[in-house]
């Protein structure tokens, strides 16, 4: 019997996935969790074979929930299930090693394979990913611009950044402009986004 913590905040979805996989004669669901949190807490308690993440959960993401399972040594097998088709979230979790990568949109019987392969030691990610990992950029920002980046993109100004990074306000100017050149945009708000679309700040 394959034992299955589902992470997923959307209660509706959540307990579809939840009774169609229960369905499966040598599959069964051992938790069910809303956040973070809660997953994290459901894969100490059950030691499942299998947990489904979603990346946007609220207490901690998915991938932050990944990144700690794998830091502790714990033989779980991870299938990140998102919205998202963004490279760096891809990216991120391809280097935690996850077992699986799968798009909301796939059919629950592909969902339901996914599960069977990474109990057979395979990894899958979605037909439409795939590409992406050949068709990853290079992160063209250095470190200290990210950081700037970051703050900025968290509502900080000018002057809150550079006592945060102990910089020049001149010197945190000089560095979103670069940002701002280096990402071909107009504002430090679209620089930021950019980013994060590219998973450049994950």
Known sequence: MIRIVIAEDQKLLRGTLSALIAMEEDMEIVAEAEDGLAAYDAICSHEPDVCLLDIEIPGRTGLEVAEIVRQEGRSVKIIIVTTFARPGFLQKAMNLKVEGYLLKDEPIDYLIRSI????????????????????KEDNPLTERERDVLRLSGSGLSTREIAKELFLTEGTVRNYLSLSIQKLSVETRQQATEKAIERGWLV
Do not use: H, I, P
């Open 116 to 135: 069977r392969k990474v109990m057979q030691g395979e990894r899958v990610v979605s037909t439409d990913l795939a590409a992406a990992l050949f068709l």
